[in-house]
């Protein structure tokens, strides 16, 4: 399987890919201009389902399996936060 | 009381006098599309059942005309053909679950009117709903992504099958050529998702009615025989079901402004959901609220929102014919060939995993006796 650092998987790039995916979801939130640092629920209107996408997401994108954990998707308040924690996961599986 | 759960800080109403400020606020003061959120999000898009304003006004509109009481007897021959195929299926005297009996069946009938999908197609639509209702707590575990897999890919069948169905039904008089009349028509993927909820809206409740009603008739072999000897006699066991067991046991709202409904002060943001299931066991209106009484029916209900399966006032259910029938053709379809019977036993109550929509708390069995 392919391992995170084989691809590039940068914050930059899982952010990317996250605002990526919350914008194919909900095609409103590419209007306006994406700072990454909204609320996921609050701002964006992201539910339990659509945090899911986001989990799948960063697997395709990134061609990974079994390796983010799905609780990551949890909690964080927004994008920026996200990728944060999704990095430093990635890190600590080094 | 029914079990479930709603948001923290939501307000509940019930009764005959808050139906009235509840029913007749407008979805400018209480929002059907921030109360269903509550309850599915918006991972099914948005539709006539949870849209406000303008939006909802033109789409409702459009849809009227193929669910009037007229458009629904010309659906009852695909009812028919339906269950006739389910039917061969059933095992004759063994116990079979009535709700899991009945939901492909109605499922494939709203598909079939609304989507022109039918068959296996349908059964695969219908697993993705299934997995879309109650996608469970798949973020909670660190194991989940399987379930995570199944549910984002329910959704992309979901809508990769309802935009093929926007494509497929241009030719057709249904709700994509109603949609396209519009002055200022959607566009396809709305359009997608303007099926989608018409589905949703109508197999859940409608599926969920006609299994209660079949179980309750197996417990009730008098109203039972009455029914299969005076096809009349359904409308008083329809009414009878639907108080004991309205399938949106909640209606659900969110406040769009401060508001103040009988004195209570709700800020705006506030869940807002009226109870109607308690409403329909109001001992004042109702004697022994809890008994299995269609012949109560006889009479209209005394007094104004008594009785709202179907809700009440400008957004009133839409497919109260549709379902109606559906329900009906069901119904009677089966008794026809089967005698149903059911173990005594206690009651079989509802549960509520989202704060509207029910449930049976056990599966509702009932064995199938083939009649000559
Ligand atoms: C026994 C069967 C049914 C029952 C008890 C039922 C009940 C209800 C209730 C209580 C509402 C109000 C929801 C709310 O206020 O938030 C509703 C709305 C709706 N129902 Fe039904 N329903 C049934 C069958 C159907 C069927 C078969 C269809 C479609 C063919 C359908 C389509 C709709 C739609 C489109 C709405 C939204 C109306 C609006 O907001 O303007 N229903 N239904």
Redesign the interface.
């Known amino acids: 399987m392919l391992r995170v650092g084989d691809v590039g998987m940068s914050g930059e790039r899982v952010r990317a890919v996250l605002i990526a995916a919350a914008i194919r979801i909900k095609p409103e939130l590419g209007y306006g201009g994406i700072s990454g640092a909204e609320h996921i629920t609050a701002d964006w ?1 992201l ?7 986001l ?2 997401a960063v ?1 395709e994108a990134f061609g990974i ?2 390796e983010v ?3 990551v ?2 909690t964080p308040a927004s994008v920026n936060d996200l990728t944060e924690q999704i990095m430093a996961a990635e890190a600590a599986l080094r | 009381m029914i079990p479930t759960v709603h948001p923290p800080g939501a307000i509940v109403l019930s009764g005959r006098t808050m139906a009235a400020h509840f029913f007749r606020a407008g979805d400018e003061r209480l929002s059907h599309a921030g109360g269903w959120d509550l309850v599915f999000g918006d991972r099914f898009g948005r539709g006539v059942l949870n849209l406000d304003g303008p939006r909802h006004r033109d789409y409702r509109k459009a849809l009227l005309p193929l669910l009037t009481r007229r458009a629904a007897s010309g659906y009852e021959p695909v009812a028919r053909e339906v269950l006739d195929r389910a039917l061969t299926g059933v095992a004759a005297d063994a116990p079979v679950d009535l709700h899991a009996l009945v939901k492909p069946i109605v499922f494939e009938v709203s598909a079939t009117l609304f989507a022109g999908i039918t068959g296996e197609a349908a059964m695969e639509l219908l697993g993705a709903y299934t997995a879309l209702q109650d996608p469970g707590d798949a973020l909670g575990t660190a194991d989940g992504r399987r379930v995570a897999r199944q549910v984002v890919g329910a959704r992309r069948r979901l809508r990769a099958a309802l935009g093929e169905a926007v494509a497929a039904m241009t030719d057709v008089d249904g709700p994509v050529r109603r949609l396209r009349e519009l002055p200022d028509p959607p566009g396809d993927e709305e359009i997608a998702q303007n099926l989608a909820i018409l589905i949703l809206a109508g197999f859940e409740t409608t599926s969920y009615v006609t299994a209660r009603m079949l179980w309750l008739l197996a417990r009730h072999p008098g109203h039972q025989d009455a029914l299969r000897a005076d096809g009349s006699a359904f409308a008083a066991v329809f009414a009878e079901t639907t108080r004991l067991h309205p399938p949106l046991a909640w209606l659900p709202r969110t406040a769009a402004t401060d508001l103040s409904i009988a004195d209570t002060a709700i800020p705006a943001g506030s869940g807002v959901y009226f109870d109607i299931a308690a409403t329909h066991r109001d001992p004042e209106v109702f004697e022994a609220p809890d008994e299995f009484r269609p012949e109560r029916h006889a009479a209209p209900p005394q007094g104004k929102f008594a009785q709202v399966p179907f809700s009440a006032g400008r957004r009133v259910c839409a497919g109260i014919h549709v379902g109606t029938m559906e329900a009906e053709t069901i119904t009677t379809g089966i008794l026809r060939r089967f005698r149903l019977t059911a173990p005594p036993g206690a009651h079989i109550g509802d549960v509520s995993a989202n704060g509207s929509t029910v449930t049976p708390a056990a599966p509702l069995l009932a064995r199938c006796h083939p009649l000559p």
């Open positions: 209107g539910d339990s389902v659509d945090r899911m996408e989990l799948i697997e399996e079994d954990d799905p609780r998707f949890m």
